[in-house]
């Protein structure tokens, strides 16, 4: 089974202390070598969870930063950062690892739904959001995850009643899930089991958004 690297956070660390390019450069074959590993854990993964999902794509992000409207000018991430997109239009939401000294965590949702993909979500939830709230409170969602997060405007979107009952979902523009995560725990041998055993736990959600996302609001398919 592929394994997490631990050098993974002695580098990050001392990229942390050191970030230039004048430090970065000799280290560059180091960075390299570590990056090919945790690709193969990326590619290892996505083959696993393609037993029980449907895995088209993995990316893992480059470690240069885009500064130019950005306070912060260091040139180098300090972390890996690897998403797994499910295949679509029929299959919708996507996970997300992260990994990063003493700031590890798995993500999983909707990080940046289109402005067609919102709205369709939005008035799902101003006609019905029990089913929605169900899958928030199974015990294996709860043991797996936190609860729902991201970003929402301050009131209501533009043509939703601010009163509305389900207003607290409604408002949201991001659906995310988030489990923070230990150093030990990403280096532990079973860690892929865990990424696993966390994503599968989401399914039954992004079944649900998967489901809203590819009919009408009469509930036909749209595909």
Do not use: C
């Not at 990316?59 to 998403?83: A, C, E, Q, W």
């Not at 940046?112 to 169900?134: C, Q, S, T, V």
Request: aromatic share 14%.
């Amino acid at each position: 089974m592929q394994v997490v690297n631990p050098e993974v956070f002695t580098f990050f660390k001392a990229l942390s202390k050191n970030n230039s390019r004048a430090w970065f450069e000799p280290q560059k074959p180091r960075f390299k070598a570590l990056e090919t590993e945790f690709k193969a854990f990326g590619e290892t993964l996505k083959a696993s969870m393609n037993q029980t999902d449907e895995i088209d794509r993995v990316k893992l992000f480059r470690i240069y930063r885009d500064v130019r409207f950005s306070k912060n000018k260091t040139p180098f991430k300090t972390h890996f950062g690897m998403s797994f997109n499910r295949k679509k239009p029929h299959l919708r939401g996507g996970y997300y690892i992260h990994i990063a000294p003493g700031e590890s965590f798995l993500a999983a949702g909707f990080w940046n739904p289109n402005k067609e993909d919102l709205f369709r979500i939005r008035k799902e939830m101003e006609m019905d959001a029990d089913e929605f709230r169900a899958l928030l409170k199974d015990p294996t969602f709860i043991k797996a995850w936190t609860g729902l997060e991201g970003e929402e405007v301050k009131t209501a979107p533009k043509g939703f009643s601010k009163t509305h009952d389900n207003i607290d979902l409604i408002k949201k523009k991001q659906y995310l899930f988030i489990k923070k995560l230990e150093d030990k725990a990403i280096l532990a041998p079973n860690f892929q089991d865990e990424v696993i055993h966390h994503f599968n736990a989401i399914r039954p959600i992004f079944n649900y958004f998967s489901n809203v996302l590819t009919t009408d609001l009469n509930g036909v398919s749209i595909l």
